[in-house]
């Protein structure tokens, strides 16, 4: 499994930027995606994540109504729409893949249920 994500920069608060996550060398149907950030000096948080078939989306609060997580019709490639940033938004994005088909609740925003990750993109939210 390769995860590489793209689209990160400098922003301003307000602004929006797309983050994009483009995946290979696995069957898209069999696993569920996630994106999680990493700010300094602070844990790894979960933003977002979604089920294989795409019926199940969840959010953080932090970013719910924020930003929307999605993916092409081949899902090959996952999206996060980022509006409205903030500050604390700044991080390092990563996206991350689960072997299950599935998200649930209990579990959806946990690390170690996510067994592929990528190398992560910088997102800065700055005036």
């Known amino acids: 499994v390769q995860l590489v994500e793209s689209g990160g920069g400098l922003a301003q608060p307000g602004a929006s930027l797309t983050l994009s996550c483009a995946a290979s060398?696995?069957?898209?149907?069999?696993?569920?995606m996630g994106w999680f950030r990493r700010a300094p000096g602070k844990e790894r948080e979960a933003v977002s994540a979604i089920s294989a078939k795409r019926e199940d989306i969840y959010y953080a609060d932090s970013v719910k109504g924020r930003f929307t997580m999605s993916a092409d019709d081949a899902g090959t490639v996952h999206y996060l729409h980022m509006s409205d940033l903030k500050p604390e938004d700044t991080a390092l994005y990563f996206c991350a893949a689960a072997r299950r088909t599935w998200i649930g609740s209990s579990w959806w925003s946990d690390p170690r249920e996510y067994g592929d990750w990528g190398q992560g993109t910088q997102v800065t939210v700055t005036s």
């Open positions: 060398g696995f069957t898209w149907r069999y696993y569920a």
